[in-house]
């Protein structure tokens, strides 16, 4: 959020376009998920014990 005082319109924002900003990063946000994949990889190759 920015530092402007929030206006009527836009509460808690300023203005449509912060709106739109804060808008857009919690959905940017929202669509990044932790992925690990290298653990799954790793054991692969090193459990062989036959
Ligand atoms: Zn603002």
């Not at 005082?5 to 808008?23: G, K, V």
């Not at 857009?24 to 932790?34: A, D, E, N, R």
Request: charged residues 30%; glycine residues 4%.
């Amino acid at each position: 959020m920015c530092r402007h005082a929030p206006t009527s319109d836009y509460a808690p924002f300023c203005s449509r376009r912060c709106a739109n900003l804060d808008l857009q990063k919690w959905l940017t946000g929202s669509y990044v998920l932790p992925v690990n994949e290298d653990d799954e990889a790793k054991i692969d190759g090193e459990e062989d014990e036959s």
